[in-house]
């Protein structure tokens, strides 16, 4: 069964930025699709950044241009770069494995952007 523990989040000014981490134990990510999802308070959760198996990506419109996964299959582990984050970047933010037969779900790492 597979485990997903992100990392990363804090508090950050507005224009900062962050790395997110997501490392997987229990299966081996190279297989599956992976993704970022956030929810911030008071909102549904929504998909931030998806990164296939053979590394093509997609994003949503709000994070273009500022935000970039990627995946290190030797490490077993997913990334989220976030540059030039707004106040509106602030979420909790979800790792997430496109597994078979279910997704699996992290924790969730806090992030606050704020001055």
């Known amino acids: 069964q597979i485990q997903l523990v992100e990392s990363g989040g804090g508090l950050v000014q507005p224009g900062g930025s962050l790395r997110l981490s997501c490392v997987a134990s229990?299966?081996?990510?190279?297989?599956?699709?992976m993704a970022w999802y956030r929810q911030a308070p008071g909102k549904e959760r929504e998909l931030v950044a998806l990164?296939?198996?053979?590394?093509?990506?997609n994003y949503a419109d709000s994070v273009k241009g500022r935000f970039t996964i990627s995946r290190d299959n030797a490490k077993n582990t997913v990334y989220l770069q976030m540059n030039s984050l707004k106040p509106e970047d602030t979420a909790v933010y979800y790792c997430?494995?496109?597994?078979?037969?279910?997704?699996?779900w992290g924790q969730g790492t806090q992030v606050t952007v704020s001055s």
């Open positions: 990164i296939s198996t053979g590394g093509s990506t």
């Open positions: 997430n494995c496109r597994c078979y037969p279910s997704w699996t």
């Open positions: 229990g299966r081996i990510l190279s297989r599956n699709a």
